[in-house]
């Protein structure tokens, strides 16, 4: 890498010397091909694309990019292993190229979304395109701040789009798709929220006799929560200790901070049956427990129709506060997302009902307690177990799809510059290696790919996964939501509240929904002439609303039925026979 690295700075400095020199357009074009042809040699593979295809993408890409040479360009987007590798490898080869030079600046989540609100606000110009989580498509969908960007492809930036670009290709397109049906955000990354376990362990002799002396079923990938609660307490309780180290059954994070507020958001009440059918997203109620009606969002809580503070958000809540006080080792009350991550990778967790995917990579680092002397991984990760509230035809889990925006406050020229830098991060010239690298597939193609079959053993199941037909029941926050940032705000505080033991899961989640209520209603104030705003429903009996199909669901008379499992072999077969 080191070596790359001093070729990009030579490539950089012959580029900036032609500049002085001079030289013809032809040289000049002569140079950027030179450019190109060393990254295909010396980065850009594997690629689903031959090098002749990959020269012929980026000859695009160099003749695209003559209107704005010389221009700096500025994005921002998250920090995670996909980021950093646009940030400090893809945007060196986007400017060599192209002859823009891009700046990618990496930050927290929350900061990007502050820039962004910052931007959307006061209509000044912060950065020239933003990778912002799908999570805010209800938002960009309301506000009309956001370009839509299937009408920039229409119109001003057509030939700026590049005729390989393949949106059918993108597998989460349909996050990033407004109720209007124009395509809001480009995908860029994505990874899911799943269930993760020590394979090892649930194979060992001795524990699965005596998991299936003490719970009557076999040990294995549960299918069901009741199953992942008797799994957690076998563990934690019966087998306590696993050569010679304290093991438990469960892990998750329970400090008062933002973080806590996605664990809740990304899906924790769908995975438990709180929302109506409907993919990506339950209609016409969410995951946030938000009810829409003709695209407006009427209410949160059961008295206007929401399933915030229904039965089956207060029994995930419950489930929750239980699991993580005895399943989970002490400390896990006092963490946050970030500090718990990397927990499982220690080695004395059994099992894990929310994991996500983006964490691949520092799970399969050779020599850790849970990796394989010949670099397989001792874990698996498989689709997360269900809640009794759950239906087929219900999304199962959260996707993250950290996805290309560009706001209308952007001049156009750098708007446009800036999209040329997206597509070539997404392109099919490096979308595999960046795959690779990061293990945040975006494309169809991709994850199809020769590469991928013969990276999937040392994956866990990440690509078996999203080769699988069951991927399309995990996703981002839909449209429901319409303004994720203020909204988004409200849950870390008020969950922490339950975390703590200072209030009820139901006195928590009536807060909740209340102070829900109340921003919708502030919303609706603002949004007066949106045709999709928020229109909040006149509180009534909630009984009437629970007493309606769908959801609010009312309590069910056993949240514990009897635990299900399955082989973890058996389930692989399962996708394969269904593909």
């Not at 000044?124 to 805010?136: E, M």
């Not at 998750?252 to 958001?265: A, E, H, I, N, V």
């Not at 503070?309 to 400390?331: G, I």
Request: aromatic share 12%; hydrophobic share 35%.
């Amino acid at each position: 890498m080191f070596e790359n690295n001093k070729k990009n700075r030579h490539g950089v400095a012959l580029l900036a010397l032609l500049a002085l020199s001079g030289l013809s357009g032809a040289a000049w074009a002569d140079a950027y091909e030179d450019a190109a042809k060393k990254w295909i040699e010396s980065e850009f593979n594997p690629s689903t694309l031959t090098p002749e295809q990959q020269m012929e993408e980026l000859k695009w890409f160099i003749k695209a990019a003559e209107p704005y040479r010389g221009m700096e360009i500025n994005v921002a987007s998250e920090t995670i292993t996909t980021h950093e590798y646009e940030s400090k490898v893809l945007a060196k080869a986007f400017s060599e190229i192209t002859g823009i030079k891009l700046r990618h600046d990496l930050m927290q989540e929350g900061d990007v979304v502050e820039k962004l609100q910052t931007q959307m606000q006061s209509g000044k110009n912060i950065y020239d395109g933003y990778i912002n989580d799908s999570d805010l498509i209800g938002t960009h969908f309301r506000y009309g701040k956001a370009v839509a960007i299937s009408d920039m492809i229409e119109n001003e930036g057509k030939a700026a789009t590049s005729p390989t670009l393949d949106l059918d290709d993108f597998i989460g397109i349909s996050f990033t798709t407004g109720p209007d049906g124009k395509i809001y955000q480009l995908p860029d990354q994505q990874f899911a929220n799943l269930y993760w376990f020590r394979a090892d362990w649930f194979e060992r002799p001795e524990l699965k006799k005596q998991f299936k002396d003490l719970y009557g079923y076999e040990l294995g990938v549960p299918v069901n929560w009741s199953a992942y609660e008797d799994i957690a307490e076998f563990f934690t309780e019966h087998v306590k200790e696993i050569d010679g180290q304290r093991v438990y059954g469960h892990m998750d994070y329970g400090k008062k901070d933002p973080s806590l507020g996605w664990r809740f958001t990304d899906a924790w009440f769908s995975m438990a049956g709180g929302g109506d059918k409907g993919l990506p997203n339950g209609l016409p109620v969410d995951e946030w427990g938000i009810r829409v009606e003709n695209c407006r969002p009427v209410g949160s809580s059961m008295s206007r129709g929401g399933a915030t503070n229904a039965p089956p958000a207060v029994f995930a809540t419950q489930k929750y506060v239980d699991w993580m006080r005895q399943y989970a080792p002490p400390e896990a009350q006092g963490m946050t997302f970030s500090e718990a991550g990397p927990v499982p990778a220690q080695g004395n967790i059994a099992q894990q009902i929310f994991w996500y995917t983006a964490f691949t990579a520092d799970m399969t680092k050779p020599g850790l307690p849970v990796v394989n002397e010949d670099g397989t991984p001792k874990w698996r990760m498989a689709p997360s177990p269900k809640g009794p509230y759950w239906e087929e035809g219900m999304k199962l889990g959260y996707q993250d799809a950290g996805s290309w925006t560009f706001l209308k406050s952007t001049p156009e020229e750098r708007r446009l510059a800036a999209w040329l830098y997206a597509q070539f991060v997404t392109s099919k010239t490096v979308s595999l290696k960046k795959t690779l690298v990061g293990l945040t597939p975006i494309r169809e193609s991709d994850i199809e790919s020769d590469a991928m079959t013969e990276v999937a053993p040392k994956l866990g199941g990440l690509v078996e996964f999203y080769r699988s037909p069951a991927r399309v029941q995990w996703s981002p926050t839909g449209t429901n939501v319409p303004d994720y940032p203020r909204l988004a705000q409200l849950w870390w505080q008020y969950i922490a509240e339950a975390a703590s033991g200072d209030k009820t899961p139901q006195e928590a989640l009536d807060g909740l929904a209340e102070a829900q209520d109340n921003m919708l209603a502030r919303l609706e104030r603002a949004q007066a002439d949106s045709e999709c705003g928020p229109k909040i429903n006149e509180p009534r009996d909630p009984q009437y609303w629970l007493d309606q199909p769908g959801s609010p669901k009312p309590k069910l008379a056993n949240e514990k039925p009897k635990g299900q499992t399955v082989s973890y072999d058996e389930l692989i077969k399962s996708w394969e026979q269904m593909d």
